[in-house]
């Protein structure tokens, strides 16, 4: 992971438009080839960014952009819709690079890993004549949770959530562009199953093609009082 603090403006050019003006920034550049870029607030969320798969292409700023005092331009291209994220650096202040190893994965706390085996046993509420392949499923970045199969034999990737967020819908995002690569598994559909859904992890799962399915915990234990809900 690359580490750069430095002032900079950020235009992102594509199916929408968004300008940060000169400000100093922390960008981070990932292995996969992501970039991100964060101030200092905000929490954990970037001004902008550019998910995977994407290239970047570090160049010289032309005679105008170098009257203005840029000293490097930084161009994120997004593979599969060729958005833009350009970077324009004016200043460099740190630069550090840190080889971070292959990280094990988030480890689920009982509610989530209790939520995974209830839905593994209980497969058909992803819908009538849905089959389960096996239960952590490997990726090269990590396992997917369930994967199972819909009633015309095609793929289908579950991941578990307590709570389902921004985060969760890029985690499977990711699995999803991995698997759609393998020949034996492709096309495979997704689903993000939650106990509560974040509007904003709604709208963007519904806009990737991703089904969401709201889980209820006592329900599935047998508890009375709760209903499941495909979306």
């Given at each position: 992971?690359?580490?750069?603090?430095?002032?900079?403006s950020v235009?992102?050019?594509g199916?929408?438009?968004?300008?940060l003006?000169l400000a100093?920034?922390?960008?981070?550049?990932k292995a996969?080839?992501?970039l991100?870029?964060?101030?200092?607030?905000?929490?954990?969320k970037?001004?902008n960014?550019?998910?995977?798969p994407?290239s970047?292409?570090?160049?010289?700023p032309?005679e105008?952009q170098?009257?203005?005092?840029?000293?490097?331009?930084?161009?994120v291209?997004?593979?599969?819709?060729?958005?833009?994220?350009?970077?324009s650096?004016h200043?460099?202040?740190?630069?550090e690079?840190?080889?971070l190893?292959v990280?094990?994965g988030?480890v689920?706390d009982g509610?989530e890993?209790?939520?995974?085996?209830l839905?593994?046993?209980q497969?058909?509420?992803?819908?009538?004549?849905h089959?389960?392949?096996?239960r952590e499923?490997?990726?090269?970045i990590?396992?997917v949770?369930?994967l199972?199969?819909?009633?015309?034999g095609?793929s289908?990737?579950?991941e578990?959530?307590?709570n389902?967020?921004?985060d969760?819908?890029?985690?499977?995002t990711?699995y999803?562009?991995l698997?759609?690569?393998?020949?034996h598994?492709?096309?495979?559909?997704?689903?993000?199953?939650?106990q509560s859904?974040?509007?904003?992890?709604?709208?963007?799962?519904?806009?990737?093609?991703?089904?969401c399915l709201?889980l209820d915990y006592d329900?599935?234990?047998?508890?009375e009082?709760?209903?499941?809900?495909?979306?």
């Open positions: 992971m690359r580490l750069v603090i430095a002032r900079c235009d992102y050019a199916r929408l438009s968004a300008h003006p100093t920034r922390l960008l981070m550049l996969d080839g992501s991100l870029v964060h101030s200092d607030g905000g929490s954990y970037p001004l960014w550019m998910s995977p994407c970047i292409a570090i160049g010289d032309d105008d170098a009257s203005a005092g840029i000293t490097q331009v930084w161009t291209t997004q593979k599969k819709t060729q958005d833009r994220l350009i970077v650096i200043e460099v202040f740190t630069d690079s840190h080889d190893g990280d094990p988030l689920k509610v890993a209790h939520l995974q085996q839905l593994a046993e497969i058909e509420l992803l819908g009538d004549g089959t389960l392949v096996r499923y490997m990726t090269a990590g396992p949770d369930l199972a199969r819909d009633d015309a095609a289908v990737a579950v578990m959530k307590r389902a967020n921004i969760a819908v890029e985690q499977l990711r999803l562009e698997m759609n690569r393998d020949p598994l492709r096309p495979v559909q997704g689903v993000l199953a939650a859904f974040a509007p904003q992890a709604r709208t963007l799962a519904e806009d990737r093609g991703i089904r709201v329900e599935m234990r047998g508890i009082g709760g209903h499941a809900r495909l979306f």
